[in-house]
């Protein structure tokens, strides 16, 4: 055999030799995963702490101690309800008996501030409903009788998240209209019975509950961000829960390591040679000593044959993490960054993102509050009887980039400060007030018409008084 024939032999043997340890090595990962109950051994949302499969436990939690969950959770509601709507009937007749029947509703039931309750709690979990209270003398669970001829006054409304709720029972009917919608929802009416906030806890507390069997005429069934389904949506927090998971991580890791920076860790380092000696150190009374200056209760420690040494560490600052993760939060939900931070950094925020986020509202308001909300609870209280029949109706939202009265003021001082320099510093010699008014301070032709107009008024009006004089 040839050294040439000899060497490729050696390499062929090594290489299955290679392959035979890789194979090997692969398996031992393997088992080891499976032994410990995984099927990789990178399992990231298993080493990261994110739940498989999230409950309305983790989801509540997050919305009532997360912080930035309840951002999440109100911040479109919170921007859509800001102004409500107008229910218009005929808009070349002000005042039609459904209009007005409806603003006095609306007054009595204060229903603008309970449909955006029942938006907000509707996004903690899948869905929610909203209880209408009726004078029928009907239990809850029982059916409301002759809808749509009736005229029934509604007494109260009262929304529920589905942490309060379970649906018991579907329409099986394949040829009912209604098919695989609930029929029957169980409600806990006191909300104080279910378990204190805790991840993961979604049964009730000991005691007394008031759980009540719901007809479904009696709810309006409320889901945000429907996808595949016609009865569950999207929790708002579901796409973006991992992510405030890992900023619970960051802000108590935080905390905890700054308390505890505080508090030095103490090793106690015991004298070699009394030791090779047979000395023996009293750990009990060095506890005792250590942790009475800790305390407070004296400031100092007397050791005996031993020396104190402590640690020392600043805890890294956690706002470029923090920061990584509400970036992640902004560009998933389509909220912009510094509007999703809160007010005071809202009003930072430059005129693309407020025009984005008016465009993103506008949306939302018209795409689903509209139809899914307004309409159908609309719709509900005419079946009931509690409003008159219309012919039709529309729901007309204000403007979102429509200034607020705060915005104009601000706006007017501006605009008549720069007139009185305008007119101080002579100006109208080269720019007349018509040109001025149109071209510099960009008001309409409208408006500049009736400047101008207004002004030759007052002028003549003020040239006849002196004339008088």
């Given at each position: 055999m040839s050294d040439e024939d000899r060497e490729m032999k050696i390499n062929e043997a090594a290489n299955r030799i290679c392959n035979a340890l890789v194979d090997r090595a692969d398996l031992n990962r393997s088992l080891i995963a499976k032994a410990m109950g995984g099927t990789d051994i990178h399992d990231i949302d298993k080493e990261c702490g994110y739940p498989e499969t999230p409950s309305i436990g983790d989801y509540y939690y997050h919305y009532k101690r997360g912080g930035i969950g309840t951002r999440v959770v109100?911040?479109?509601p919170t921007a859509c309800w800001s102004a409500v709507p107008r229910i218009v009937e005929d808009e070349d007749v002000e005042g039609t008996p459904f209009e007005l029947a409806w603003e006095e509703l609306a007054d009595q039931l204060n229903i603008y501030h309970m449909l955006r309750r029942i938006d907000i709690l509707s996004g903690i979990g899948r869905f929610g409903i909203l209880l209408f209270?009726?004078?029928?003398?009907?239990?809850?669970?029982?059916?409301?009788?002759n809808v749509g001829t009736g005229n029934l006054e509604i007494t109260y409304l009262k929304p529920f998240s589905e942490r309060a709720l379970e649906i018991v029972e579907t329409e099986a009917d394949p040829t009912n209209q209604r098919y695989s919608k609930p029929t029957k929802y169980k409600v806990t009416l006191d909300a104080k019975t279910l378990t204190s906030v805790g991840v993961g806890q979604t049964g009730k507390s000991p005691g007394k509950t008031q759980e009540k069997i719901v007809h479904w005429t009696r709810v309006l069934h409320v889901a945000d961000n429907q996808t595949e389904s016609e009865i569950y949506g999207e929790p708002r927090m579901e796409n973006?829960?991992?992510?405030?998971?890992?900023?619970?991580?960051?802000?108590?890791?935080?905390?905890?390591?700054?308390?505890?920076?505080?508090?030095?860790?103490?090793?106690?380092?015991?004298?070699?040679?009394?030791?090779?000696?047979?000395?023996k150190v009293n750990i009990e009374s060095m506890r005792d000593q250590l942790e009475a200056m800790y305390r407070g209760v004296q400031r100092f420690a007397a050791l005996q044959g031993a020396t104190a040494n402590q640690t020392s560490g600043q805890p890294a600052s956690p706002k470029e993490h923090l920061d990584a993760q509400l970036r992640a939060i902004s560009i998933t939900k389509n909220i912009p960054k510094r509007i999703l931070e809160g007010t005071e950094q809202a009003q930072l925020a430059g005129q693309q993102d407020q025009e984005h986020w008016g465009d993103h509202i506008a949306g939302r308001r018209s795409g689903y509050l509209s139809p899914m909300l307004l309409r159908p609870f609309i719709d509900r209280?005419?079946?009931?009887?509690?409003?008159?029949?219309?012919?039709?109706?529309?729901?007309?939202?204000?403007?979102?980039?429509?200034?607020?009265?705060?915005?104009?003021?601000?706006?007017?001082?501006?605009?008549?400060?720069?007139?009185?320099?305008?007119?101080?510093?002579?100006?109208?010699?080269?720019?007349?007030?018509?040109?001025?008014?149109?071209?510099?301070?960009?008001?309409?032709?409208?408006?500049?018409?009736?400047?101008?107009?207004?002004?030759?008024?007052?002028?003549?009006?003020?040239?006849?008084?002196?004339e008088e004089l």
């Open positions: 109100t911040a479109e209270g009726l004078n029928d003398g009907k239990e809850l669970k029982e059916p409301v009788e973006v829960l991992n992510r405030l998971i890992d900023i619970r991580k960051i802000l108590s890791s935080s905390g905890e390591g700054f308390w505890k920076g505080a508090f030095r860790d103490t090793f106690i380092e015991a004298d070699p040679e009394l030791i090779a000696k047979g000395a209280c005419v079946l009931y009887g509690a409003l008159p029949e219309p012919a039709q109706y529309d729901v007309v939202w204000p403007d979102i980039s429509e200034p607020t009265e705060a915005d104009r003021a601000e706006t007017a001082g501006k605009q008549t400060d720069a007139l009185r320099k305008y007119v101080d510093g002579g100006v109208d010699v080269m720019i007349p007030p018509e040109l001025y008014l149109k071209h510099i301070l960009g008001l309409s032709k409208e408006k500049v018409e009736a400047i101008m107009a207004g002004s030759q008024e007052y002028v003549g009006a003020e040239i006849e008084e002196e």
